[in-house]
Nanobody, 120 residues
């Protein structure tokens, strides 16, 4: 599985951005997609997750402002970020939890980061 994250950029506080994570390869074995972020000098933190069934979870810091979803074409997952704050400034990464019970193979794949900068 290969993941390609995109959509980062510079936005003013209160604005919106939409991050995308495009997956290729054996995506049918992806169980969960996760978005993480890492701000300068801070540890990477989990922002949002979506399962194969569509169940979602969010960090308290973004709940109500961010929405994780899967595109109808099924190979792209998005993170819609609204009401952005300077504290949301970070490099955002998508990750896939992969499980093939036949092989069996369990793995986590990471996309490259995409920088989100929110100015005050």
């Amino acid at each position: 599985v290969q993941l390609q994250a995109s959509g980062g950029g510079l936005v003013q506080a209160g604005g919106s951005l939409r991050l995308s994570c495009a997956a290729s390869g054996s995506i049918r074995h992806i169980n969960t997609i996760e978005w993480y972020r890492q701000a300068p000098g801070k540890q990477r933190e989990l922002v949002a997750t979506i399962s194969k069934s569509g169940s979602t979870n969010y960090a308290d810091s973004v709940r109500g402002r961010f929405t994780i979803s899967r595109d109808n074409n099924k190979n792209t997952w998005n993170l819609q970020m609204n009401s952005l704050k300077p504290g949301d400034t970070a490099v955002y990464y998508c990750a896939a939890d992969y499980l093939d019970v036949i092989t069996p193979v369990a793995a986590r794949y990471w996309g490259q980061g995409t920088l989100v900068t929110v100015s005050s």
